[in-house]
């Protein structure tokens, strides 16, 4: 289920604010979508990098997740320069890869890594329920962030549930093959798991009403700008503005 | 004859049953809960004890009859938000009861509904889990909670409310015997009135001081709590509630 394994340093990034991380992943994940020169890519890598360095984070963990992603990302590798249009490098048979389309793989793989790294190590440091307390105060839609938090509430319970009902039938000799027994007990399982998440959340929802719940969330948590927050927020802007001035005056062609 | 004003619930013959022609759970009920009354209330599963409650929260409509709370009429959904601020209801299982992330937030949660500033609602909950023996649960994640702790939790969460009458759906079901004591203890400080759903006899007689049963959609009246009791010794009849009418052997 959901870990959340780089909640718990106490790091310089884990100082600031929530609200600035989430604003600058932000802010930092869009200006790297933009860039497209390789100086200006291996820079925001190498920013990226310098993030998950100054968040002591569990290398390990952070490899996982790039592991993740590469893996989706050589299916673009096999596909784009096969299908790109461009100046052929080789040929096997009748298909030849281009050299546009091997320059927008690695272009799109330094963006994606520097993108999940920043995320990583600004965004995945903060608990989710402070992510949303975050959220809340940068207002976004009041329903989006509690939909987001009681989802990870009950996420849990769910799968709780779905154990429970998977253990059920194991222990009365319940094997999966590939029959239609097997194909009927997964239907009844997934159904039983929807129709006790609905009378879990009638009855979530009673308990909130029983709490004078009117339709409206409160929050509790206040945040405050501290002076490191001041200056990791110079340090960044002056980070983003870096690397669109490579963008623009360093380009190797 | 008892005084109007000490009557904190009143039903007069209240009836519920499942809507589209399904099975009728109450039938010409009648009940009353005095001012310092601690009701516990017993009775066959599916007999109507928790709709009972649900009712009393304005959470089911009755087909029939009057509820009064607090000398007031209560119908509408208006009415019974005026209900919810002055009575609490624990849930059977915690994690109905336990939404937001942390504690704090959970315990906090009734009172900024009620309009406490946050500040405000942090303090006295605080205060509250303390009372508990909760101190330092505060940032606690709700679902990283052990059983006993999410009851305890949850505990906080209607007794932050400061509610005049206290409502708890079989409150012991699964907790270990000392969490049963701590929940024992809680309820013996509270100097307000509450009815215990419950099917364990010891808990009831040492928490409650009267007992009604639910039988056939009506509540009867049993006697003084002190009656139950689990049989240490055995003997045919042990596991059924009866009376002995010469007092403890």
């Given at each position: 289920m959901i870990t959340e394994p780089f909640i718990n340093e106490n790091s310089l990034i884990h100082r600031?604010?929530?609200?600035?991380?989430?604003?600058?992943?932000t802010l930092y994940s869009f200006a790297v979508a933009v860039l497209n020169q390789f100086p200006a890519l291996a820079w925001a890598l190498f920013l990226s990098f310098l993030l998950v360095l100054l968040a002591r984070l569990n290398f390990r963990?952070?490899?996982?997740?790039?592991?993740?992603?590469?893996?989706?990302?050589?299916?673009f590798w096999v596909a784009l320069p096969l299908t790109f249009e461009g100046e052929p490098i080789f040929s096997i048979g009748p298909i030849s890869a281009t050299r546009e389309g091997v320059l927008l793989s690695a272009q799109i793989t330094l963006k994606s890594n520097a993108i999940l790294l920043a995320f990583i190590a600004l965004v995945a440091t903060s608990p989710l329920a402070t992510l949303g307390h975050a959220m809340n105060r940068l207002c976004v839609p009041e329903k989006i962030v509690h939909l987001l938090l009681l989802t990870y509430r009950y996420v849990f319970v769910?799968?709780?549930?779905?154990?429970?009902?998977?253990?059920?039938?194991?222990?009365?000799?319940?094997?999966?093959?590939?029959?239609?027994?097997?194909?009927?007990?997964?239907?009844?399982l997934i159904g039983m798991l929807f129709v006790r998440a609905s009378a879990r959340a009638e009855r979530v929802h009673q308990a909130m009403v029983c709490r004078g719940f009117k339709g409206k969330f409160y929050c509790l948590s206040e945040f405050s700008l501290t002076r490191l927050d001041v200056i990791c927020s110079a340090f960044m802007v002056a980070a983003i503005i870096g690397l669109e001035m490579l963008e623009w005056f360093v380009k190797i062609t | 004859m008892v005084r109007e004003n000490n009557l904190i619930i009143h039903m007069q013959d209240v009836c519920f049953s499942y809507p589209y022609g399904g099975q009728t759970i109450l039938e010409n009920l009648n009940f009353k809960l005095q001012k310092g009354e601690k009701l516990g209330l017993i009775g066959h599963n599916g007999s109507g004890k928790t709709t009972f409650l649900h009712i009393i929260m304005g959470l089911l409509p009755v087909s029939a009859g009057i509820v009064r709370i607090l000398g007031n009429e209560v119908r509408t959904?208006?009415?019974?938000?005026?209900?919810?601020?002055?009575?609490?209801?624990?849930?059977?299982?915690?994690?109905?009861?336990?939404?937001?992330?942390?504690?704090?937030?959970d315990v906090a949660f009734g009172l900024l509904n009620l309009g406490k500033s946050p500040a405000e609602a942090r303090e006295l909950s605080l205060k509250t889990l303390e009372q508990l023996n909760l101190k330092g649960f505060e940032n606690r994640v709700t679902h990283k909670l052990s059983g006993g702790e999410k009851k305890l939790a949850s505990l906080a969460t209607v007794l932050v409310m400061q509610p005049r009458v206290l409502l708890l759906d079989e409150p012991t079901t699964g907790l270990d015997e000392a969490t049963k004591e701590r929940i024992i203890s809680v309820l013996n400080n509270l100097d307000i009135s509450y009815i215990i759903v419950s099917h364990e006899y010891d808990f009831l007689s040492r928490t409650t001081n009267d007992i009604c049963t639910m039988k056939d959609g009506?509540?009867?009246?049993?006697?003084?709590?002190?009656?139950l009791h689990t049989h240490y010794h055995s003997h045919k009849m042990g596991k059924v509630s009866h009376e002995h009418h010469n007092g403890p052997i």
């Open positions: 600031l604010d929530p609200r600035v991380r989430l604003v600058f992943a963990e952070v490899g996982r997740r790039l592991a993740m992603l590469n893996t989706l990302l050589l299916f769910i799968e709780q549930e779905y154990q429970r009902l998977i253990r059920a039938a194991k222990i009365r000799g319940f094997c999966p093959k590939t029959d239609i027994h097997t194909y009927r007990t997964y239907a009844y | 959904e208006k009415d019974f938000r005026v209900v919810r601020q002055k009575i609490g209801l624990l849930f059977q299982h915690a994690d109905d009861q336990l939404f937001s992330p942390t504690v704090l937030e009506q509540i009867i009246y049993n006697g003084d709590s002190s009656m």
